[in-house]
Each structure stands twice: as structure tokens, then as C-alpha cells.
């Protein structure tokens, strides 16, 4: 995980990323990114990496079917908080250029990188993959290349991923909360499902 005095070393690996990309004109705007009815009994917080095998796993394979059964249908509320685990200039280059492409794109590009984790992490092409995750959020390859190089909102991250390990007390990714009980490690659909009707005892 990044610390804030690793900030030289992270702003110097990103610029390596993409290949001295241009700056950014805006920072992207802080706070949660969530999914579901706010209102919902079920309260449920993930705290994953791009970077991280188990997360991208759990995204690709168990998330699409759990998203469909409880949070469209309005029985829980999700929310994603970033985390860095090596590489974490990937990590962080994925979740900068989210940010950047708005609220409404963000989980969009997210779900892109994700299923590019297989694609990047053996041919080491992260710059192909990542700039195929922006396409997903209707971003151009110069408008990702300025996301990633935005230094307010490289910082705005690190702010960001200290307060959510720090929230979580993070010793692993995956982690989960429902209604406040963790669950560190992967979960499978049928565990999914037995803490959902957990959380809704309560």
C-alpha cells in the first residue's frame, strides 16, 4: 500500500506509465463510489485493488451475478473504496483515470480494467490495457494520458486510500463489510449469500 512519503516514486512511476502524458485540467471530485439504493437494509463496502489477482477475480466472475440478484434490485447498497497494493502505479493508474471520466463512468472503466487484469499482468503492456479501459468509459487516449498525470488527483488518492485503510483497518484485498462485520479474502456467491441474510437480521 502507498505511503505519502512514496508520492515521488508513485508520480515518478506513472509518468514511466504513460510515457510523460500532458497534465490534467481538472482534479476529479473526492468521496464514495456506490451502486444501489442508498436506503437499502443491506449496507455492503468493498475495499479492492486493479492491481490486486483476488479482486479483479471476484469482479469478473462472482460480482456481475451478485450486483443483478441484490443491488439492481434494490436489497443492498454498495460501495467501492480504493485501495494500492503492488504494482501500484497500475493500481493507481487505473482508479485516476475513473475518477476522471466522472461518476457515471467510473465503475464502467473499473469493470474494464479488471477484465484486463490477465492481459496487462502477462504481456506488461499496462499503458494498452489502461487506455482500453478509458474507450470503456468514453475516454480518448489523450484524455487518459492527462488523468493519470494530474498530480492534485494523484494526491486526492493517496488522501483517500489512507483514510480507507485506516477505516477498514485493511490488512488484505479483497476486503468486505456488511453493515459493519468484515470478511477479509475472496467471498463466493454462496458466501455472498449467507452474509446478506446476516446483515438483514439486523
Known sequence: MAQPNRRVALVAALGALMFAAGSATA???????????????????????????HCAAFNNEVFPAFRKKYIDSGKVHYTFREILTPPQQVAAAGFLTARCAGKDRYFPILDAMFHEFDAWSQSGDVRASLLKAGKAGGLSDQQ??????????????????????????????????????????????AELDAAVAQASKK
Not at 486510500?161 to 470478511?183: L, M, Q, W, Y
Open 27 to 53: 482534479a476529479p471530485a473526492p468521496g464514495d463510489m456506490t451502486l444501489g439504493d442508498p436506503k437499502a437494509k443491506v449496507q455492503m463496502v468493498e475495499y479492492a485493488s486493479l492491481s490486486c489477482v
Open 144 to 189: 487518459v494520458m492527462a488523468c493519470v498525470a494530474d498530480e492534485k488527483a494523484l494526491d486526492a488518492l493517496q488522501t483517500r486510500v489512507a483514510e480507507n485503510v485506516k477505516r477498514g483497518d485493511i490488512t488484505g484485498t479483497p476486503t468486505f463489510s456488511f453493515n459493519g462485520k468484515a470478511h477479509v479474502g475472496p467471498m463466493t456467491a
